[in-house]
Structure formats: structure tokens, C-alpha cells
């Protein structure tokens, strides 16, 4: 009332007439948001990594720094308090504060997770209001923006957990999260009026209807047209979407309520409740070809609520560039020398890399830069799949979620790969076992360094009717991970070899009858392990347990007494040793953007590496296991098998996992052999073995042609932008940027995405 008693035109200083102070009070129980679907699965057995999430009981003094109103509901950020305040202004003369929102982390459950930046959505077409935060923390999701659903009647107070996030591997599953840390985030309602047919007049908050082929009617308008210049697009914004300012100098575009998504999708459709490789399921039994009503986009998952938004249409033509390869996949020995995988005598020798139907209705099929290739295809473009006829390497891209593709993205499935970069320990026997010891640097379970209970867990999938203890022990032994060792020896002129212990390497084995026995010393030591140039299996050590900073690993082969081998290692290399962790007789992806994925966390009881139950990361898997063949193996025309045969191993026993009776057509998914498809990241293939064996370091390689690439608007042409603040100019359809680095302002034009400078 002050206010409104001033004579017009005064500049006073404002009168306080009300003075809020704010709580922080936190539940004694935190509570949890409702899993999806996909996330609700959980095995006592596995150290949990999320959910039941929420920080220490601690007393916080409140820090507010942002706020935003959704009608009479004001909501303050707070740099201090994990809390979102929740302030009832109904009554301006009387505040009241509500319960506070709780943000929180489901990666990182101890982390004391505030805010900096806040931002509530105008209702959507489902009458949903959603709050976006800017995390401020020292986690590894800091800038990050957290999602409350703060609809009327919603009780959710913790951050939304999104449907689809066990198969995105680089995203947490309650976050939006960019390369960039976010600065600030705004909303925009941009509603594209279309006429009714009726009245004449334009009507708003229409949703473009794909199964509507009266183009008069307002649904229809909002359908592309053949050549996608007009109607749905990823440039064009019909509905609600949240804008994003990044460190970057960028905004980013994420999508909300897009009310043309129904239209971006491909023409095909699955009426079934299970999705296909497209994404797609529960679809109208309509026509969407006939009139074309939609982009015919490869995904039914291109637009999702509370996702990066696509800067292309996700299409394998001139409209766009989807997930594709470049070339077929390209074999090479542990030299770099490249090796044949067709039909020939040499061919067949090595493994095979194919591609594997979706399903038992759904053939394989991939895009080679803008050419189809389809099981079941024409001559030219068949992508054959079976290992006794195959002449090329081949993988099929799984297209259900599109942001799995990251833009040309080069990958390599390296056999018996190494799990992380090189690393020095001092390689301390005792008794059985040796110590390898990474001091406070050491993050062996971050890097995904898998023991022998690590890999116990894992073979439960390549035994879908459960295993004996036998075989599973068979199975630890030749799958766990493995140190090699890669230093050299002292030198020859070393001290060391002149004392007592160097002299006497070796000689606790002298009784043996082998071509070392008469041998002790550095001699001794280059013959039992082989030089650095040349090693030989017995500087491989498995891992029998693995913490975050420390191994504790035993000879691969036996054939000795265990202690006397450990002895021999401390003997052998008595200094700091250079050594590299490997996968045991498996197969490791890496990609240039997504890296080694794996399951592993920390315990945090013990600080041991184990599987994490949490499906999102079960769902980062870079491992896989070939296929060989059982006994009776069906032959070739020249008597030998159609792919390499099983081994029975003197150290190890008889192979268990991923052994086929009959590999003639590829494995098939329901079928035997079915579980060690590998099926992560988008990409869907099996490994055959050659006949003979996989030798370590072999590597296929492949590079993607096109891939998932969000949306994103240049806020100048320079590069000491700073977007700093945003927001909303409805009655312009523009987004004003207050640029920290150029020290002025810009409007984003919503109708092209273009950035205008003002100074």
C-alpha cells in the first residue's frame, strides 16, 4: 500500500513492510521419487548406488539467491540448505512456508546437493507445472538441472526420476546434464495458432494428430510435408520448452511439452505393448504412409519430456543424420595388421563380428552411410548374419533411444582389452598373493576393474537356467580381470642382481624338470616371464580382489606352488612396476565419446569393488563374451568346424559360457546362445570365434556417420560469450540473454532460433 500511496514518478527508497525468515527443515525420513519402470529393479546382493537417497541430518542456515512463482506459489533456491523453499503468498501480509522440495542425488547419495538458479514452466497441455534447478554442489553433476513436478495435487518433493534412463548411459537418471555447466534456465510458451475450420478463428494449444488426414482440421496443420520444410521439426518450437544458458557461451534447447512429438516418428507402427528396435509400441492402427502425417524419423524416442532436443530431424538422408556407420567394421591383428573375416581358408581362422535380429520378427539391419543393409535383403544391400556364410563384419544399431549416438563417435572391441591407462605399483608379495597398492590416486573401481566376486555376479547372465558351482567357478577363473606386467627387469649391470635375493630368483623352483631349472637370477626371470617386448602369460596376475585404491591379485597360472610364484614376482620386479589391467577372455567396447561403461561402484562398507544392482549402470555394460561351438559342431565342406571350437583348459577346465551346439544362422534371440548377444549403447552384434584362438589386443573397428545431436543456439559470433541471465519475452516471442562476456544484452527470435546482438 505504500507503494501505491507514492506520488507517480518518485524514486524513494522502498518501505519493508514484511519480512519472511526462511526454515530449512528437513524430514527425518528423506523421501524417495516413484522409479520408473525401468529403474525398479533391485538385488540385495548388489552395493546400491541410488535410491534410498538424501543428505546427513544437519542444521543449514538458509542462503536464498533465486526464486520464480507459479500463481500464488513462490519457490527460492538456497546455495546453502539442500532445500527448495515452497512459500504460500496468498496472502501477502501473512507468508506462509510450505514443506520444502528436496534436492537430492540418485548417483550420489551422501552429496549435499543446493541450488543457485530456479525456474517454474507455464502449465502444459496436460495440465502439468514443472520446476527446473540448477544443482550447485562439488558433485560430479554440479550445473547440472534437477526436475520437480509441481503440478496441482502432485506430492513429489524429491527430484523426477526419468523413464528411459537405464539405456542413456552418459545422463544421471534425475538430471539434465550438458558437457557445460548450466548458468541459468527460463521457459518459453510459444504457441502456433492454427485456423478452424469452422469459426475461422485461431485456436492454441493444439497438438499436431498424425492420424488426422482432413488437412482442414486444426491437427492436421501441424503435420510436415514431404520434403520437411514445413510443419514438425526439431526448429521449430510449438508448446512449452525449457532454455538453458551454459558456460559454453550456448544455449541449449531441452523439450517439455512439445505438441508436435506425436508427428516426429517414423511411419511404421507397433500396436504390441513391447517396444520395438524403433521405440515404438502401443501405436494407433493407423496410416501414417498414405497420406504421409509424419517425419518418418528412425526413432518413436526423437522428442521426450525433459530431454536435449534434437538439432536435425533423425533421418538417414539430405533432412538429416541419424545413427549410421560409416563403413562395415574392419578387423586387426595385436600388430595393427589388418585381417580378412570372409570366407576364406585365412577368413575363417579369425572371429567374426555380426550383426543380430531385433527379434524373431524384427531381421538386423543397418545403415551404411546412406545405404540400407537388411537380413533377409536384396543380393546388394543383405546383411547376412550367419557365421558360415558371412563375408564382412557387421553390426546392427538399435534405434529405441536416439541419444545413445553420440555425433561420429569412433569405437574399437579390443579382445582381452585393457581396462584403463597404465599405471606403476610396487608388486608386494604375501604369502599367495601379491599387493598392488594405488595410494590415495588409486580409483581401480571407478575405472571398472572387475575381482573374482565381481565376475561371480557376472556370469549370471551367460547362464540364463543357473550354473553349477563348478562352472562357475570354471567361468571366474578364465573371465576375471588380469594384471599384466610391463616393466622390464632391472638392468644387467644392476646391484640388485649381486644380492642375495636377486641372485637366488627362481632357485625355490629348482626341483622342477622345466628349461628354467637349472637357471636362477635375472636369467632366470627373463626366461620365466619373458621380456617386456615379449611377454608371456605368467606376468598375468587375476585379480582377486579390488578396492578403489588397491588390488590384491595371484598368479593366473598355476602349475606351482602359489607362494613361491607370488615370491617369484616380488623377486623378479623388486621396483616400482609398470602394469595395465585386462579383461579375462573378454571383449571390451570403448568409444571416443562414451569410454570404457561399466557396473562396477564402491562398496562403501568395505571399499571393494562390486556389481551394482542400480539398472542404470547395469545397463553400461562394455563387455562380451564370443561364441564357440560345442562338440558337435556342424562342418564346413572341408571337415572343419563352422566357427572355433570350445577349449578345455588344463588351468581352467572346460569352457561354460557361450557355447552353441549349432551356430548356422547366427544366434537367434530367445534361442541358445541368446545371452551372449550384446546389446548396449545402440549397438547389437555376437562374437564367433575363429578356429583359432582370439589373440589379445585383436580389435575391430568402426566409426559412426551422424548421430544425436542436441540443439543449441550461438548466443554471439565471438568467443568470450557469457550467458548469464534469460528471460521470457512473450508478447515478442523472444528470449533476452544478459551476456556476461560482451557486457550486453540479446534476443533469441523464436521463430528462427537466430540471435540478435543488442549493445
Same mark, same amino acid.
Given at each position: 500500500?505504500?507503494?501505491?500511496?507514492?506520488?507517480?514518478?518518485?524514486?524513494?527508497?522502498?518501505?519493508?513492510?514484511?519480512?519472511?525468515?526462511?526454515?530449512?527443515?528437513?524430514?527425518?525420513?528423506?523421501?524417495?521419487?516413484?522409479? %520408473?519402470?525401468?529403474?525398479?529393479?533391485?538385488?540385495?546382493?548388489?552395493?546400491?548406488?541410488?535410491?534410498?537417497?538424501?543428505?546427513?541430518?544437519?542444521?543449514?542456515? $538458509?542462503?536464498?539467491?533465486?526464486?520464480?512463482?507459479?500463481?500464488?506459489?513462490?519457490?527460492?533456491?538456497?546455495?546453502?540448505?539442500?532445500?527448495?523453499?515452497?512459500?504460500?503468498?496468498?496472502?501477502?501480509?501473512?507468508?506462509?512456508?510450505?514443506?520444502?522440495?528436496?534436492?537430492?542425488?540418485?548417483?550420489?547419495?551422501?552429496?549435499?546437493?543446493?541450488?543457485?538458479?530456479?525456474?517454474?514452466?507455464?502449465?502444459?497441455?496436460?495440465?502439468?507445472?514443472?520446476?527446473?534447478?540448477?544443482?550447485?554442489?562439488?558433485?560430479?553433476?554440479?550445473?547440472?538441472?534437477?526436475?520437480?513436478?509441481?503440478?496441482?495435487?502432485?506430492?513429489?518433493?524429491?527430484?523426477?526420476?526419468?523413464?528411459?534412463?537405464?539405456?542413456?548411459?552418459?545422463?544421471?537418471?534425475?538430471?539434465?546434464?550438458?558437457?557445460?555447466?548450466?548458468?541459468?534456465?527460463?521457459?518459453?510458451?510459444?504457441?502456433?495458432?492454427?485456423?478452424?475450420?469452422?469459426?475461422?478463428?485461431?485456436?492454441?494449444?493444439?497438438?499436431?494428430?498424425?492420424?488426422?488426414?482432413?488437412?482442414?482440421?486444426?491437427?492436421?496443420?501441424?503435420?510436415?510435408?514431404?520434403?520437411?520444410?514445413?510443419?514438425?521439426?526439431?526448429?521449430?518450437?510449438?508448446?512449452?520448452?525449457?532454455?538453458?544458458?551454459?558456460?559454453?557461451?550456448?544455449?541449449?534447447?531441452?523439450?517439455?511439452?512439445?505438441?508436435?512429438?506425436?508427428?516426429?516418428?517414423?511411419?511404421?507402427?507397433?500396436?504390441?505393448?513391447?517396444?520395438?528396435?524403433?521405440?515404438?509400441?502401443?501405436?494407433?492402427?493407423?496410416?501414417?504412409?498414405?497420406?504421409?502425417?509424419?517425419?518418418?524419423?528412425?526413432?518413436?524416442?526423437?522428442?521426450?519430456?525433459?530431454?536435449?532436443?534434437?538439432?536435425?530431424?533423425?533421418?538417414?538422408?539430405?533432412?538429416?543424420?541419424?545413427?549410421?556407420?560409416?563403413?562395415?567394421?574392419?578387423?586387426?591383428?595385436?600388430?595393427?595388421?589388418?585381417? $580378412?573375416?570372409?570366407?576364406?581358408?585365412?577368413?575363417?581362422?579369425?572371429?567374426?563380428?555380426?550383426?543380430?535380429?531385433?527379434?524373431?520378427?524384427?531381421?538386423?539391419?543397418?545403415?551404411?552411410?546412406?545405404?540400407?543393409?537388411?537380413?533377409?535383403?536384396?543380393?546388394?544391400?543383405?546383411?547376412?548374419?550367419? $557365421?558360415?556364410?558371412?563375408?564382412?563384419?557387421?553390426?546392427?544399431?538399435?534405434?529405441?533411444?536416439?541419444?545413445?549416438?553420440?555425433?561420429?563417435?569412433?569405437?574399437?572391441?579390443?579382445?582381452?582389452?585393457?581396462?584403463?591407462?597404465?599405471?606403476?605399483?610396487?608388486?608386494?608379495?604375501?604369502?599367495?598373493?601379491?599387493?598392488?597398492?594405488?595410494?590415495?590416486?588409486?580409483?581401480?573401481?571407478?575405472?571398472?576393474?572387475?575381482?573374482?566376486?565381481?565376475?561371480?555376479?557376472?556370469?549370471?547372465?551367460?547362464?540364463?537356467?543357473?550354473?553349477?558351482?563348478?562352472?562357475?567357478?570354471?567361468?571366474?577363473?578364465?573371465?576375471?580381470?588380469?594384471?599384466?606386467?610391463?616393466?622390464?627387469?632391472?638392468?644387467?649391470?644392476?646391484?640388485?642382481?649381486?644380492?642375495?635375493?636377486?641372485?637366488?630368483?627362481?632357485?625355490?623352483?629348482?626341483?622342477?624338470?622345466?628349461?628354467?631349472?637349472?637357471?636362477?637370477?635375472?636369467?632366470?626371470?627373463?626366461?620365466?616371464?619373458?621380456?617386456?617386448?615379449?611377454?608371456?602369460?605368467?606376468?598375468?596376475?587375476?585379480?582377486?580382489?579390488?578396492?578403489?585404491?588397491?588390488?590384491?591379485?595371484?598368479?593366473?597360472?598355476?602349475?606351482?606352488?602359489?607362494?613361491?610364484?607370488?615370491?617369484?614376482?616380488?623377486?623378479?620386479?623388486?621396483?616400482?612396476?609398470?602394469?595395465?589391467?585386462?579383461?579375462?577372455?573378454?571383449?571390451?567396447?570403448?568409444?571416443?565419446?562414451?569410454?570404457?561403461?561399466?557396473?562396477?561402484?564402491?562398496?562403501?562398507?568395505?571399499?571393494?569393488?562390486?556389481?551394482?544392482?542400480?539398472?542404470?549402470?547395469?545397463?553400461?555394460?562394455?563387455?562380451?563374451?564370443?561364441?564357440?561351438?560345442?562338440?558337435?559342431? %556342424?562342418?564346413?565342406?572341408?571337415?572343419?568346424?563352422?566357427?572355433?571350437?570350445?577349449?578345455?583348459?588344463?588351468?581352467?577346465?572346460?569352457?561354460?559360457?557361450?557355447?552353441?551346439?549349432?551356430?548356422?544362422?547366427?544366434?537367434?534371440?530367445?534361442? %541358445?546362445?541368446?545371452?551372449?548377444?550384446?546389446?548396449?549403447?545402440?549397438?547389437?552384434?555376437?562374437?564367433?570365434?575363429?578356429?583359432?584362438?582370439?589373440?589379445?589386443?585383436?580389435?575391430?573397428?568402426?566409426?559412426?556417420?551422424?548421430?544425436?545431436?542436441?540443439?543449441?543456439?550461438?548466443?554471439?559470433?565471438?568467443?568470450?560469450?557469457?550467458?548469464?541471465?534469460?528471460?521470457?519475452?512473450?508478447?515478442?516471442?523472444?528470449?533476452?540473454?544478459?551476456?556476461?562476456?560482451?557486457?550486453?544484452?540479446?534476443?533469441?527470435?523464436?521463430?528462427?532460433?537466430?540471435?540478435?546482438?543488442?549493445?
Amino acid at each position: 500500500q505504500a507503494l501505491l500511496d507514492r506520488t507517480p514518478g518518485s524514486f524513494d527508497d522502498c518501505v519493508i513492510e514484511k519480512t519472511l525468515t526462511l526454515r530449512v527443515d528437513l524430514p527425518n525420513v528423506a523421501p524417495t521419487e516413484k522409479l %520408473p519402470d525401468d529403474l525398479d529393479v533391485r538385488a540385495s546382493s548388489c552395493a546400491p548406488s541410488g535410491a534410498p537417497f538424501g543428505p546427513a541430518q544437519q542444521v543449514y542456515a $538458509p542462503t536464498p539467491v533465486d526464486f520464480a512463482a507459479n500463481g500464488e506459489t513462490l519457490y527460492v533456491a538456497d546455495s546453502t540448505a539442500p532445500v527448495v523453499h515452497v512459500l504460500d503468498t496468498r496472502d501477502p501480509c501473512e507468508i506462509v512456508e510450505l514443506p520444502p522440495l528436496l534436492p537430492q542425488s540418485y548417483n550420489d547419495p551422501q552429496a549435499l546437493i543446493t541450488t543457485r538458479r530456479v525456474a517454474v514452466s507455464p502449465r502444459t497441455s496436460k495440465g502439468q507445472n514443472f520446476l527446473y534447478a540448477i544443482e550447485e554442489s562439488t558433485a560430479s553433476t554440479a550445473g547440472s538441472v534437477m526436475v520437480f513436478d509441481v503440478s496441482d495435487g502432485s506430492n513429489a518433493r524429491a527430484p523426477m526420476l526419468r523413464p528411459g534412463s537405464s539405456r542413456i548411459t552418459q545422463e544421471p537418471a534425475d538430471r539434465i546434464q550438458y558437457a557445460q555447466e548450466a548458468a541459468d534456465v527460463e521457459f518459453v510458451n510459444q504457441q502456433i495458432g492454427a485456423i478452424d475450420p469452422v469459426t475461422g478463428v485461431s485456436v492454441d494449444q493444439v497438438a499436431c494428430d498424425p492420424r488426422v488426414t482432413d488437412l482442414t482440421q486444426p491437427a492436421a496443420q501441424y503435420q510436415p510435408n514431404a520434403d520437411l520444410t514445413v510443419g514438425a521439426g526439431p526448429g521449430r518450437l510449438h508448446g512449452v520448452f525449457a532454455f538453458v544458458a551454459l558456460h559454453s557461451g550456448q544455449i541449449a534447447v531441452v523439450d517439455v511439452d512439445d505438441l508436435d512429438a506425436a508427428c516426429r516418428r517414423p511411419v511404421s507402427i507397433n500396436p504390441g505393448p513391447t517396444e520395438n528396435f524403433r521405440g515404438c509400441a502401443g501405436d494407433p492402427n493407423a496410416n501414417f504412409d498414405n497420406p504421409r502425417t509424419v517425419s518418418d524419423e528412425v526413432s518413436c524416442n526423437v522428442v521426450q519430456p525433459h530431454r536435449a532436443r534434437s538439432a536435425t530431424f533423425f533421418l538417414n538422408d539430405s533432412h538429416g543424420r541419424s545413427a549410421a556407420l560409416r563403413q562395415f567394421p574392419r578387423l586387426a591383428g595385436s600388430t595393427g595388421k589388418s585381417l $580378412p573375416t570372409d570366407q576364406s581358408e585365412s577368413g575363417k581362422q579369425n572371429p567374426m563380428l555380426l550383426a543380430v535380429d531385433f527379434s524373431e520378427t524384427e531381421p538386423a539391419q543397418v545403415f551404411v552411410g546412406a545405404s540400407l543393409y537388411e537380413r533377409g535383403g536384396s543380393a546388394a544391400s543383405e546383411l547376412i548374419v550367419d $557365421p558360415a556364410k558371412a563375408d564382412r563384419s557387421s553390426i546392427a544399431l538399435s534405434l529405441v533411444e536416439p541419444r545413445e549416438f553420440f555425433p561420429n563417435e569412433a569405437l574399437s572391441l579390443t579382445y582381452e582389452g585393457q581396462i584403463a591407462a597404465k599405471a606403476t605399483s610396487k608388486l608386494d608379495p604375501q604369502g599367495a598373493q601379491i599387493q598392488l597398492d594405488a595410494g590415495v590416486s588409486g580409483r581401480f573401481c571407478s575405472m571398472g576393474v572387475q575381482d573374482i566376486d565381481a565376475t561371480r555376479t557376472f556370469a549370471d547372465q551367460f547362464f540364463p537356467n543357473g550354473a553349477s558351482e563348478t562352472e562357475r567357478d570354471a567361468f571366474v577363473a578364465t573371465h576375471t580381470d588380469y594384471v599384466q606386467i610391463q616393466s622390464d627387469f632391472p638392468a644387467e649391470d644392476s646391484d640388485y642382481w649381486r644380492t642375495n635375493q636377486g641372485q637366488t630368483c627362481g632357485a625355490a623352483l629348482a626341483d622342477t624338470t622345466d628349461e628354467v631349472s637349472a637357471l636362477t637370477g635375472r636369467r632366470f626371470c627373463e626366461l620365466w616371464f619373458g621380456p617386456k617386448e615379449a611377454p608371456t602369460s605368467r606376468r598375468d596376475l587375476r585379480v582377486r580382489e579390488a578396492y578403489q585404491n588397491m588390488l590384491v591379485a595371484e598368479p593366473r597360472l598355476g602349475g606351482r606352488p602359489p607362494e613361491l610364484l607370488a615370491q617369484l614376482v616380488g623377486c623378479c620386479f623388486p621396483e616400482i612396476s609398470e602394469y595395465s589391467v585386462r579383461a579375462g577372455q573378454q571383449w571390451i567396447v570403448r568409444g571416443s565419446a562414451r569410454g570404457f561403461q561399466h557396473s562396477i561402484v564402491t562398496d562403501p562398507a568395505t571399499n571393494r569393488c562390486a556389481q551394482s544392482c542400480d539398472p542404470v549402470l547395469q545397463g553400461r555394460s562394455s563387455r562380451a563374451l564370443e561364441i564357440s561351438c560345442g562338440s558337435n559342431c %556342424p562342418r564346413s565342406d572341408d571337415g572343419s568346424p563352422v566357427i572355433g571350437l570350445a577349449t578345455s583348459n588344463r588351468e581352467f577346465g572346460p569352457e561354460q559360457a557361450c557355447v552353441v551346439d549349432n551356430p548356422r544362422g547366427g544366434v537367434t534371440p530367445g534361442q %541358445p546362445g541368446s545371452e551372449c548377444i550384446y546389446e548396449q549403447g545402440g549397438m547389437r552384434f555376437a562374437i564367433y570365434r575363429g578356429r583359432t584362438p582370439s589373440v589379445r589386443d585383436m580389435q575391430f573397428t568402426w566409426q559412426l556417420r551422424g548421430g544425436f545431436i542436441p540443439l543449441s543456439i550461438s548466443v554471439s559470433t565471438g568467443s568470450n560469450s557469457l550467458p548469464e541471465q534469460l528471460r521470457f519475452i512473450p508478447g515478442l516471442h523472444t528470449v533476452m540473454v544478459v551476456d556476461g562476456g560482451t557486457a550486453g544484452l540479446g534476443l533469441i527470435n523464436l521463430s528462427s532460433l537466430g540471435n540478435r546482438p543488442i549493445y
